[in-house]
């Protein structure tokens, strides 16, 4: 008869016991023993169905291909620029992948992309040297231009993100700020000053209490508490006035005549 020791999103150490009998698979950080199956590293046991994962707690970056990172340019070449990533590996952003115009052989590209400008920027490629090579070309891949850098732990990216991205979308709705995840342990916030300040509170909640169980409620009371109002209500809001500049576009569409309605720019 099979049986399991361990609860989902428990924390567990090297060589604990996980589960017992063969109803059980053992996933990325788990081995089998015979019948048994046991935590070969620290990590947050996953119970997916059938299968046991466990997510690190900690450890660095290591790049994939279509991960999604936010990285600093920190030197420029006439070919394209040198980038941050902000692990050991060494990322380059040729200029074909950068822009669509057309740059004259000599331009000077610090007018396309500056040293220290930070960007969101997709992995295209990893060489067995460990190379990084970085693409602009997509949606929402662009210079990064206000607004805040985080850091935040890599390993705790799917936390951040949460399921179907219902974490990081309740911190957005509640604080009305554009946030961009990056898989590399970095994450642009982008609101209103105090906004800002709340959904950066918000995702250091998140990494220190990664562990723990029933996260997305305790995130929800925070943001309510510091907001004065709840979640439905905010969301009812931001409905409100989206139907409301909707309305407005459409009366301006449908309006012909120039002398009775003029559109404030």
Same mark, same amino acid.
């Given at each position: 008869m099979s049986e399991i020791f361990i609860e989902n999103k428990e924390v567990v150490v090297p060589g604990q016991l996980l589960a017992k009998g063969m109803d059980y698979i053992p996933g990325a950080g788990a081995y089998r023993t015979g019948e048994e199956i046991y935590a070969n590293r620290v990590g947050l046991i996953s119970i997916n169905g059938r299968a046991l994962k466990l997510i690190p707690l900690s450890g660095?970056?290591?790049?994939?291909?279509?991960?999604?990172?936010?990285?600093?340019?920190?030197?420029?070449?006439?070919?394209?620029?040198?980038?941050?990533?902000f692990t050991s590996n060494s990322a380059m952003l040729p200029l074909k992948?950068?822009?669509?115009?057309f740059v004259s052989k000599g331009s000077d590209l610090s007018r396309i992309l500056g040293i220290g400008d930070?960007?969101? %920027?997709?992995?295209? *490629?990893? &060489?067995?040297q460990k190379l990084v090579d970085l693409s602009l070309k997509g949606p929402g891949l662009r210079r990064l231009t206000g607004?805040?850098?985080?850091?935040?732990s890599p390993t705790k990216f799917p936390r951040l993100i949460g399921k179907s991205g219902s974490m990081v979308s309740l911190i957005k709705d509640m604080t009305g700020c554009f946030i961009i995840v990056g898989q590399n342990g970095r994450v642009w916030v982008s609101g209103e000053p105090e906004h800002e300040v709340l959904a950066v509170q918000a995702i250091n909640m998140i990494e220190k209490? %990664?562990?723990?169980? *029933?996260? &997305?409620?305790?995130v929800k009371i925070f943001l309510e508490e510091k907001m004065g109002k709840s979640y439905d209500d905010v969301r009812e809001e931001r409905e409100a006035k989206r139907a409301e500049r909707q309305a407005n576009n459409n009366f301006g569409d449908n309006n012909d005549d120039g002398d009775d309605y003029e559109e404030d720019n």
């Open positions: 660095p970056y290591m790049p994939k291909r279509d991960d999604l990172v936010i990285c600093q340019v920190n030197d420029i070449f006439m070919s394209g620029w040198r980038i941050n990533l992948d950068a822009t669509n115009s930070f960007i969101a %920027a997709k992995v295209t *490629g990893v &060489t067995t607004g805040q850098i985080v850091k935040f209490l %990664a562990h723990t169980s *029933g996260l &997305t409620d305790k």
